[in-house]
């Protein structure tokens, strides 16, 4: 067979922290380059705000780019198709020229809450602050010159397509976590759309089915992104949100699998043949970028929980660590709550962390390492729980992130979850699966009916032997899932999987924690 002049793939990963870029070879079956670039948050803002401006995103694309295309013997030329991943839930609002008005609103901003307490009360579900739909009625109410000029609402990835195609759109995986969204239909729920504002429906663009085309390169969006002409028409794809990206590059493409990225926040999620919607909406009814559901435990608190007890002694993770393995499961009685930055699940936008039980030689780094690490985990316990409740299976968990390589850790969370963590030698999942999104679609384009699991498997490798959980160390952490239940219900009238305390309405639960903090 006649080698193909168009056999590169390039995914990008657009985060909270930085930018990654790969491009596969989708002939020889290999990642020909890789790059990183890393950014911050805007600093100064109130507290509780998160922001990104685009142009952050847009100068460490174009950064990565040219480093992946100076790989020698890798020509632009042979440039296929594009896939995006980005962060979920940002809201980037466009004027009528298609300019950016104001900076990005990002997943972790919480400054919304009372705006996502106001909609869910509407709507008759729940929809955290970190959604989409809370940041547009906060623009509305707080900077409402700035919502007057916006014609355009896009999510993080989806401004990238546009910036490469020309064309606004969307897809169900990254849509259905803007909580204006039905993921059972895959369409826009009018009611939501509707309680934000009268003229939203018309300033949200088309969505488009799994495996579909987003458009073209573009000249202009050669331009932009630092490509010759000779890579014009490459195919873009409709891309995702990073978790339906990831799930792709983790091979969470079919049953019984679940990820576990663990990041700033934690996400644990698994492929789903049909949608689950849980009542209590701790767990997210994601639609995937594959045609199928995602149904998602998201935490607002990991590693970043981790540095903040490094940074507080001085120390490094592996001395940290060393010191933690000698340390009994439970920490002789010490809890770590990690809500540092409020929390997701259960549902405390507005809560602080706590370090509860303290005793006379408790207050050392190795205790104190290993209650945070043991707090992050119960915590994602507590969500998994429900997601077996919910009848989602997790019979192994594939890990990914940058709190994966620890080792005290993997076994804490194989035994916290009960189930064998499998970690994968390719950290950048989202970035890989961008870029196999964009080769599945791209094949699918030229005729071949092959699923996205049948194209991502091959590429799927893991790092050393699964970890087992031990059956002493399931017995002792659901035991102490129960006492760390019970201290959140005691400083936070929390209950189980972010359910609504029954003897308490969201409202009084935040003004309870406004007290706290």
């Known amino acids: 067979m006649a080698r193909s002049p168009r056999r590169l793939f390039l995914g990008f990963d657009v985060g909270t922290q930085g930018a990654k870029g790969l491009l596969l070879d989708g002939e020889r079956g290999v990642v020909v380059a890789r790059a990183t670039r890393a950014y911050g948050l805007i600093e100064g803002l109130p507290v509780g705000a998160a ?54 609103k990002l997943w972790c901003d919480t400054s919304t809450a009372e705006e996502a307490r106001e909609l869910s009360a509407r709507l008759g579900r729940h929809l955290p602050a970190g959604y989409t739909a809370s940041k547009l009625l906060w623009l509305a109410r707080h900077e409402p010159k700035n919502f007057a000029r916006v014609r355009h609402v896009l999510l993080p990835h989806d401004w990238i397509n ?33 309680a934000v504002d009268s003229r939203l429906a018309a300033m949200l663009p088309p969505v488009l089915a799994a495996g579909a085309c987003a458009g073209e390169l573009t000249e202009a969006g050669a331009r932009w992104l630092g490509l010759p002409r000779c890579a014009l028409g490459a195919f873009v794809a409709t891309g995702g949100g990073d978790n339906m990206m990831s799930a792709i590059g983790s091979g969470a493409t079919k049953s019984g699998i679940a990820v576990l990225s663990l990041g700033t926040s934690a996400t644990l999620f698994s492929y789903s043949e049909r949608p689950i919607v849980d009542p209590s909406g701790a767990i997210a009814p994601f639609c995937d970028s594959t045609g199928a559901c995602l149904p998602l435990l998201c935490v607002m608190n990991a590693t970043g929980v981790l540095e903040e007890v490094r940074a507080a002694f001085g120390s490094d993770l592996a ?22 930055n409020g929390e997701r699940v259960p549902d405390l936008p507005l809560a602080s962390g706590a370090v509860v039980g303290l005793r006379p030689g408790l207050l050392r780094r190795g205790h104190l390492f290993r ?48 189930a064998p963590i499998q970690p994968l030698a390719d950290a950048e999942s989202a970035a890989l699966g961008a870029a196999l999104q964009a080769l599945w679609s791209w094949r699918r384009a030229r005729g ?21 959980p031990s059956a002493a160390g399931v017995t002792r952490y659901a035991e102490l899932q129960a006492e760390f239940k019970e201290t959140c219900d005691r400083l936070f009238s929390a209950t189980p999987a972010g359910a609504t305390p029954s003897n308490a309405s969201p409202r009084r639960t935040s003004r309870s924690l406004r007290g706290r903090n």
């Open 51 to 104: 922001e990104q401006h685009p142009d952050t995103w847009a100068a460490a694309l174009r950064a990565l780019t040219a480093e992946l295309f100076a790989t020698p013997q890798v020509d632009a030329a042979e440039l296929a198709a594009i896939g995006v991943s980005g962060q979920q839930h940002g809201c980037v609002v466009l004027d009528e020229r298609g300019e950016v008005v104001r900076p990005a």
């Open 319 to 340: 001395t940290l660590t060393r010191e933690a393995e000698q340390v009994e499961h439970g920490c002789g009685g010490l809890t770590f709550v990690p809500f540092l």
């Open 162 to 194: 546009f910036r490469l195609t020309e064309r606004p759109t969307m897809e169900a995986g990254d849509a259905s976590g803007t909580g204006l969204f039905d993921p059972v239909a895959r369409q826009f729920d009018r009611a939501a759309v509707e």
């Open 448 to 468: 071949e009916a092959v699923s996205a699991d049948a194209v991502a498997t091959p590429w799927i490798r893991f790092e050393g032997e699964a970890i087992e």
């Open 371 to 418: 209650a945070a690490l043991e707090g992050v985990a119960l915590n994602l316990a507590w969500g998994a729980a429900r997601m077996r409740a919910l009848g989602i299976a997790i019979n192994s968990i594939r890990l990914v992130g940058g709190g994966a390589r620890n080792p005290l850790w993997r076994q804490i969370l194989a035994d916290s979850l009960a």
